[in-house]
């Protein structure tokens, strides 16, 4: 069977979308799964952080679906989401300047924002076991023993898990040593995303990220989203914050109502047609 893909990226972070609204896809988790793993492979595969499945929904204007590169399914990607709304919108799926869409982390509202795409990311979940760590009440400066070293880290949920540390020199920080070993640690029942920041001023953020099930990829949107959530409750940035990836930066408000915004761009690089 060949099945039409797109190929996107928001500020690095790649996906390959697949339109399965009409077309013959197994929605199987274990077929999808498998599909994810290899069609991911930068050597073997297209190549890509996640895939993404664009379906029909009942609840909302369409759903979204995302394996990682690893085959697992996550609940929420904030880049990928904005490459979704840019594929419905160039293609003229929907009209709407404000998109809702439905996710496993609950109805994400992406809208128009000039040729950015701005996002409502919702409200964070602070509370331990609904991140879910293995811990009780907000997590704030938790110490954790990793080998030699201690970092104290900071958790917040974005519809999936995320642990914000502070290190003191970001471009030399050893991501590859640290990362995995966080993201697998005891105290997380379903993994775990890592972000390690470094604070240049209380409207900038330089930010790394170690993804469950991807490994280190170039941006993180709801990683993003929980490093200014973090932050803020750290008391070291202001509601309006410039998170600086590896791939481009994002711009993040944390609004009154406890919503936060994000706000980026996305791009579509290439079309194609796969063999399954």
């Known amino acids: 069977m060949s099945l039409s893909f797109t190929k996107m990226h928001g500020i690095g972070n790649d996906f390959i979308l697949f339109d399965c609204r009409y077309a013959a896809v197994s929605h199987q988790l274990s077929a999808i799964s498998a599909l994810s793993k290899r069609l991911c492979d930068r050597r073997f595969g297209i190549g890509a952080d996640q895939i993404l499945l664009l379906q029909n929904s009942d609840k909302a204007d369409f759903s979204m679906r995302i394996f990682n590169a690893d085959g ?9 989401i904005r490459c979704f709304a840019k594929y419905i919108w160039d293609r003229k ?20 924002a ?8 919702g409200r964070p979940e602070l509370e331990g076991r609904k991140i879910p760590v293995n811990l009780d009440g907000r997590i704030k400066d938790y110490r954790l023993v990793i080998e030699d070293r201690e970092f104290e880290m900071t958790c917040v949920s974005m519809g999936n898990p995320h642990a914000v540390i502070v290190v003191d020199d970001l471009a ?12 697998t640690h005891k105290l997380f029942p379903k993994k775990i995303n890592v972000e390690f920041i470094q604070v240049i001023d209380p409207k900038t953020i330089r930010m790394r990220v170690w993804e469950r099930g991807s490994g280190e990829t170039l941006a993180c949107g709801t990683g993003a989203s929980a490093v200014a959530v973090a932050a803020d409750m750290k008391g070291i940035v202001e509601k309006k914050v410039t998170i600086q990836l590896t ?8 609004h009154e109502d406890g919503h936060v915004y994000m706000t980026g761009p996305a791009e579509e690089v290439f079309t194609g047609i796969i063999n399954l």
């Open 114 to 121: 000039g040729e950015m795409v701005r996002v409502d990311m």
């Open 172 to 183: 030399a920080f050893d991501l590859q040593r640290y990362g995995p070993q966080i993201e």
């Open 93 to 112: 799926l929907s009209s709407k300047q404000v998109l809702e869409i439905e996710t496993p982390a609950g109805i994400i509202r992406p809208e128009k």
């Open 72 to 80: 697992s399914e996550v609940e929420m990607c904030g880049n990928g």
């Open 247 to 254: 791939g481009g930066d994002l711009a993040i408000e944390l």
